[in-house]
Every structure is written in C-alpha cells, then in structure tokens.
C-alpha cells in the first residue's frame, strides 16, 4: 500500500499542475480572443475552440482532484443508518464499483482514442484523439485511486475488528 500511495500522490502532483496549465492557458487564450476581437477587430477563428478542448481538459483532471480528495458528491444518508460492519461492506462495494466503471471507462476511452487519432479539430491541427484522450486518462488516474481507497476501507475494516 505505501508504494501505491506514493504513486497516487506523485499523479496527483502530475494532475494538478496539468489543471493548473490548462486553466492558465484557458486565461491567456480567451485574454487573445479578447485583445485581437475588441481591441485590433481581427478575431481569431481557433480560440474558441481552442479555450472549450482546454476546458474540458481542465474538467476531467478537476475531476480526477476532487475524486483524489474526496471531494466529488457522496450519499451518506445510508452510511451513517447502517452498522459499523454494514457500512464498511457498502463503502467497499461502492469501491469495486467505482473501480470497475473507471477501468471500463479507460479501456472504452482507449479504444475511441485509437479510432479518432486521424480526425481533426475544425480550426486547429489537432486529432480528435487528443480531445478524447482525457476521459481514459483521467479515469486510470481515478482507478488507481480508488484502489487505494480500497485498500483503506478493507485495512481500516479489519483494524476496527481487532
């Protein structure tokens, strides 16, 4: 578990600071956009569609974030009614279920990613597949998360057992 822990904590480092730059570069390309339409009155035809690829980026790893910090929407009505043994084997079912959609999302992502990778952006020469690429990154990131979280719920389990 602590080789995995530092893993996830060396791609959450990775995945903070890609959301870092894609949200600055979102600033910098829409400040273009307004400089070059306002200001010169020569708009830019790619910076819209270049500020909405970032941003979806930007979605995807805030999303990977947030999932890393416990962050995301959780229903806990159910949790905090239930018996210490019944909401440890809830927390890790919802787990391997987390686990499974994220690592059917990077496999499915994988495949879309492949199939685009000659299909190119309207006003920028960029493959689809770059675009696409951020849910199957993404959700790989969350997977390994979530066996961390795994491996938490089952280890904290059995030391409340004891």
Request: glycine fraction near 6%; include cysteine; hydrophobic fraction near 60%.
């Amino acid at each position: 578990m602590p080789a995995l822990r530092r893993f996830n904590a060396s791609l959450d480092r990775c995945v903070s600071a890609a959301a870092v730059a894609c949200f600055a570069a979102i600033f910098a390309v829409v400040l273009v956009q307004i400089v070059f339409r306002y200001v010169l009155k020569a708009p830019l035809v790619w910076t819209e569609e270049a500020a909405r690829y970032l941003y979806i980026w930007t979605c995807y790893l805030g999303g990977a974030m947030a999932y890393r910090r416990g962050q995301h929407i959780v229903i806990e009505v159910l949790l905090k009614r239930v018996f210490l043994r019944a909401a440890t084997a809830a927390r890790v079912a919802g787990q391997l279920l987390a686990g499974a959609f994220f690592l059917t999302l990077t496999v499915q992502g994988a495949r879309l990613v492949m199939r685009t990778g000659s299909v190119l952006a309207i006003t920028l020469p960029l493959a689809w597949s770059v675009i696409y690429a951020a849910a199957p990154l993404t959700a790989a990131v969350m997977f390994f998360q979530t066996l961390e979280m795994l491996g938490d719920a089952l280890i904290g389990s059995r030391r409340r057992e004891r």
